[in-house]
């Protein structure tokens, strides 16, 4: 499977953006798809994971409330749009996929996009 995450950008202190992850290739049956985001000198951290057939999902504590994730199984696309942007959400932002369950575990995920850059500005 190839995954391919893109709309990250620069935007002010209580702005929005909108993250897509475009799937292509052969694909996990029965698959969850996850973000996950990376600050400079910090740890990769669970933010969000969907499961692609029944659409449940699962968000990390501090984004609850502020982020969705959501997929569009026509176009193969997930979607992470986050809104009420803090400084703390800056990080480069990352799509993975997994067979099976949702998981919070980065290193449960064998399939990765490339990071989208987001930057929040105050």
């Known amino acids: 499977v190839q995954l391919q995450a893109f709309g990250g950008g620069l935007v002010q202190v209580g702005g929005s953006l909108r993250l897509s992850c475009v799937v292509s290739?052969?694909?996990?049956?029965?698959?969850?798809m996850g973000w996950f985001r990376q600050a400079p000198g910090k740890e990769r951290s669970f933010v969000a994971a969907?499961?692609?057939?029944?659409?449940?999902?699962y968000y990390a504590d501090s984004v609850k409330g502020r982020f969705t994730i959501s997929r569009d199984n026509a176009k193969n696309t997930m979607y992470l749009q986050m809104n009420s942007l803090k400084p703390e959400d800056t990080a480069l932002y990352y799509c993975?996929?997994?067979?099976?369950?949702?998981?919070?575990?980065?290193?449960?995920?064998?399939?990765w996009g490339q990071g989208t850059q987001v930057t929040v500005s105050s």
């Open positions: 290739g052969r694909t996990f049956s029965d698959s969850a």
């Open positions: 993975a996929a997994r067979a099976g369950t949702l998981n919070a575990s980065w290193n449960e995920y064998p399939s």
């Open positions: 969907i499961k692609w057939s029944s659409g449940s999902t």
